[in-house]
Antibody
Framework: QVQLVESGGGVVQPGRSLRLSCAAS????????MHWVRQAPGKGLEWVAI????????YYADSVKGRFTISRDNSNNMLYLQMNSLRAEDTAVYYC?????????????????????WGQGTLVTVSS | DIQMTQSPSSVSASVGDRVTITCRAS??????FAWYQQKPGKAPKLLIY???TLQSGVPSRFSGSGSGTDFTLTISSLQPEDFAIYYC?????????FGGGTKVEIK
């Protein structure tokens, strides 16, 4: 069965860095795009980043662009999120999620990125 | 960015009720649209994608409809395990965006 297990969360001071990890199992990891999605305490869901199955493309939310980097290690079935220059507003539960691979090319653009499996999440608290 | 607006923000209903939640996109997203269910302390769960396709394992009492800018999630007969928060998501373009959520509460 598909399993995604996040780790690396914790309490960090503003301006510092943290790296989150997501261990994937139960599916062919290198065949799927992967996402990070976050949820601030008591708030809704915010998509953070996506990485293509082969790592060839990455996209980010404007709120994290230039500060966060998504990466993956297909040989070890691992997904990462390097978070630099952390701010209080980055405080959230961070989920890794598998892309459903339901996308289709429509007029030269891929559409249809859905999140079909999620990890349990890891809490990142940015506070002095 | 495409804004997703859900309504209502909360709904009180009884077991057996029919419940309808709506979501509006700020621009035409065709059928590139999904619904998720989230229970307290748990990760979200994909219910419906491409506006009306039921994800494997999701009960048939859930259904989705709509295209363009207006979408609907219907629970035909609310069950105790359906009390949760429901989120919509556009899958048309980056950044992927979610609605603010609709909490389905026990009446």
């Amino acid at each position: 069965q598909v399993q995604l297990v996040e780790s690396g969360g914790g309490v960090v001071q503003p301006g510092r860095s943290l790296r989150l990890s997501c261990a994937a199992s139960g599916f062919s990891f290198s065949s799927y795009g992967m996402h990070w999605v976050r949820q601030a305490p008591g708030k809704g869901l915010e998509w953070v980043a996506i990485i293509w199955n082969d790592g060839s493309n990455k996209y980010y939310a404007d709120s994290v662009k230039g500060r966060f980097t998504i990466s993956r290690d297909n040989s070890n079935n691992m997904l990462y999120l390097q978070m630099n220059s952390l701010r209080a507003e980055d405080t959230a539960v961070y989920y890794c999620a598998r892309d459903s691979a339901r996308g289709l090319v429509e007029m030269g653009t891929i559409r249809g990125f859905y999140f079909d499996y999620w990890g349990q999440g890891t809490l990142v608290t940015v506070s002095s | 960015d495409i804004q997703m607006t859900q309504s209502p923000s909360s709904v009180s209903a009884s077991v057996g009720d029919r419940v309808t939640i709506t979501c509006r996109a700020s621009q035409d997203i065709s059928s590139w649209f999904a619904w998720y269910q989230q229970k307290p302390g748990k990760a979200p769960k994909l219910l419906i994608y491409t506006a009306s396709t039921l994800q494997s394992g999701v009960p048939s009492r859930f259904s989705g409809s709509g295209s363009g800018t207006d979408f609907t999630l219907t629970i035909s007969s609310l069950q105790p395990e359906d009390f949760a928060i429901y989120y919509c998501q556009q899958a048309y373009s980056f950044p992927l965006t979610f609605g603010g959520g609709t909490k389905v509460e026990i009446k």
